[in-house]
């Protein structure tokens, strides 16, 4: 399973660098296109509990910075 991250940034939040620094320290691989991020793997039972822990993962990751984040997730 993948799945994509779209991020929209702040100008009230830290600088785009650091959180994508932050975005790929925790897991998540930049791609062009569509989407901004892909996490790929390790969710091969859907919406289990490894998923829960990501989108978990995800929003500590980007808590305080203000982006606002969409997700996509397909096999």
Do not use: C
Not at 23 to 28: H, N
Not at 48 to 58: P, V
């Amino acid at each position: 399973m993948k799945t994509y991250l779209k991020i929209e940034f702040s100008s009230e939040g830290p600088p785009p660098s650091g959180i994508i620094k932050k975005l790929e320290d925790a897991g998540w691989r930049p791609v062009i296109g569509q989407y901004d991020f892909v996490m790929e793997g390790g969710l091969g039972e859907g919406v289990g509990d490894s998923y829960r822990r990501m989108i978990d993962q995800l929003t500590e990751t980007l808590r305080g910075t203000k982006v606002r984040f969409h997700l996509h997730s397909q096999n």
